[in-house]
């Protein structure tokens, strides 16, 4: 296995977890000129979403949506909002994965990736692994 297909390539996005994703939105159009997309409804993944599109990466504003959010309990803790995860994107997230379980990294959930926000296989990695970060990655070929 090539140390290229395992390698984290380029920061795919940073997620902000956010109250109320319309004010997120407006905050970083009024502020930092930035050019936000639509809020989008991704029930499937229990967010509401923003898009800030860079010329780097994305900076995606979450805000629970459903009973059953999987940043519901983050915003508990963080009612204001804060950083939620950084996403790298990899080539073979099936070798990044075993890259990481034999390193003694913990990857969340079932270890089999799923299907992200962006429609490509992600898995998320245990933050106390990584200084309180969780880190999602996405499988991105180009
Ligand atoms: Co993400």
Redesign the pocket.
């Known amino acids: 296995m090539p140390w290229g297909d395992i390698m984290i390539g380029r920061i ?2 940073v ?1 902000i977890a956010v109250p109320d994703v319309e004010a997120a939105a407006r905050q970083w159009e009024t502020g930092l000129c930035a050019v936000c997309s639509l809020p989008q409804s991704l029930p499937d993944h229990g967010v509401r979403v923003v898009f800030v599109d860079q010329p780097n990466a994305k900076v ?1 504003l979450m805000e629970p949506l459903g009973g059953n959010s999987p940043i519901a309990a983050f915003l508990d803790r963080n009612p204001a909002g804060g950083m939620h ?1 950084i ?1 790298y994107e990899v080539a073979d997230i099936r070798a990044a994965r075993d890259h990481l379980v034999a390193s003694g990294a913990r990857v969340l959930g079932d270890g089999e990736p799923m299907s ?2 962006h429609g490509t296989p ?1 898995l998320f990695l245990h933050p106390k692994d990584f200084y309180g970060t969780l880190i ?1 990655l ?1 499988e991105v070929r180009d």
């Open positions: 795919n996005h997620a995606e995860h996403c992200g926000a992600v999602e996405e």
